[in-house]
């Protein structure tokens, strides 16, 4: 049985994909979460989490192959000493540097044909001289572009905000045109720079039901079988230009937001992404397997989204915690199949943190929406009750 390490912010859903596929498996997180499958040995770094301290601890570890998980996309660095002596099953720490580059990313999918917003990553842009540094600015004249600055080391949509006409970008950051649609991703595995779709989902984000707001992620849907086929088979079309244009191995995803049925790339997960185990719910598909076979052996499964999709819907949504609250006994928690991410017993939340994560599944979107924001009003009942008094 290989040995295989995974290291990330939250590990629970890809170290379970791991150790159903046969590996033994070590995970080091931010919280190494209650529900974590019973043979992973799993190590909490909760309060000191960071890219760097997991490598140093994962050089301490005994095992043949390494994987990471969000957010060591940003950090090459600590990819680089996390694969010291061992395997490593994820894009290496060039390739990262070079997807993670938005500007990099704007013009390849804009040679291709393909649909990108305008990207400007000078730290100094007066509003009148942005549009004239953008290449390829598309057809969009008689409007003005609307912008959004992101930080360059981005996940979850933290720090994401509207451009408001200042002078100055922030350090770190840099400006992406806003596109007004409605937010999706798609999840693919890749090798030999071919790339096979395994879902394409509506995103949750900024959501109050969920105690997120602004750009945050918090969850996603499916897309069900006859739903949006043009808008999949173009999300399918953009993970394998990226595949081939990056030459990515192994799991990643890319957000989008869809304007007109048309998906526009705003960004590229090169690592586990969260929608990963809707596609195993959904499929039954091992996607650690298949990440692990793209990896290893340069092996794509033989899967067809399209033949493939549900009739149904099947979403998750993440739970933020809306105050400072500490959970009481969760060990009831872990007999319900559709609360995953579940927070040790006693455990102190702050407010803006993930409490745990719910799933659902339905007749259509509408539905898996509207259960999904009924499990988190129970989740938040049952804070308000085991919590301390007036913290909710």
């Not at 990099?104 to 730290?123: K, N, T, Y």
């Not at 030999?192 to 918090?218: D, H, N, T, W």
């Not at 060990?331 to 719910?358: E, F, K, N, Q, Y």
């Amino acid at each position: 049985m290989k040995r295989v390490l995974i290291a990330g912010v939250s590990t629970r859903a890809a170290a379970e994909s791991a150790a159903r596929s046969g590996f033994a498996v070590t995970a080091i997180d931010a919280f190494a979460d209650l529900d974590q499958h019973p043979s992973v040995q799993a190590l909490s770094l909760e309060g000191t989490f960071s890219p760097d301290a997991a490598s140093r601890l994962a050089g301490t570890i005994e095992c043949e192959a390494v994987a990471y998980v969000s957010n060591y996309e940003n950090h090459p660095g600590a990819v680089l000493q996390l694969a010291q002596g061992r395997a490593l099953w994820g894009n290496t720490p060039e390739v990262l540097q070079r997807v993670r580059d938005p500007l990099l990313l704007s013009q390849a999918l804009r040679r291709r044909g393909l649909a990108a917003p305008a990207v400007d990553v000078e730290r100094v842009a007066p509003v009148e001289s942005v549009e004239s540094r953008i290449p390829n600015p598309e057809s969009r004249q008689g409007r003005d572009l609307q912008w959004l600055v992101k930080p360059r080391a981005s996940g979850g949509g933290h720090r994401v905000r509207r451009w408001r006409n200042e002078t100055r970008v922030p350090r770190g950051c840099y400006l992406q045109e806003f596109i007004e649609g409605a937010p999706g991703s798609v999840v693919f595995v890749a090798a030999g720079g071919r790339a096979v779709a395994l879902g394409v989902s509506r995103q949750l984000i900024g959501e109050e039901s969920f105690g997120a707001s602004g750009y945050r992620y918090c969850g996603n849907i499916l897309l069900a079988a006859g739903r949006d086929d043009d808008l999949v088979d173009g999300a399918c079309a953009v993970a394998a230009a990226v595949c081939e244009e990056f030459s990515l191995v192994g799991v990643n995803g890319i957000d989008f937001v869809a304007t007109r049925g048309i998906p526009y790339a705003i960004e590229v997960n090169p690592r586990w992404c969260a929608s990963m185990e809707l596609v195993e719910r959904a499929f039954g598909l091992s996607v650690f397997g298949a990440h692990a076979a793209a990896c290893r052996d340069g092996v794509l499964p033989d899967f067809d989204l399209r033949r493939s999709r549900r009739v149904d819907a099947v979403g998750k949504a993440v739970v933020f915690a809306r105050h400072d609250v500490t959970v009481g006994d969760t060990r009831a928690w872990l007999a319900d199949a559709d609360v995953r991410d579940v927070p040790h017993s006693g455990a102190r939340i702050r407010a803006g943190r993930p409490v745990c994560t719910v799933f659902a599944n339905a007749r259509d979107e509408t539905e898996c929406h509207a259960s999904l924001v009924r499990r988190a009003a129970r989740v938040y009942a049952q804070l308000t009750r085991i919590g301390h008094p007036g913290m909710l």
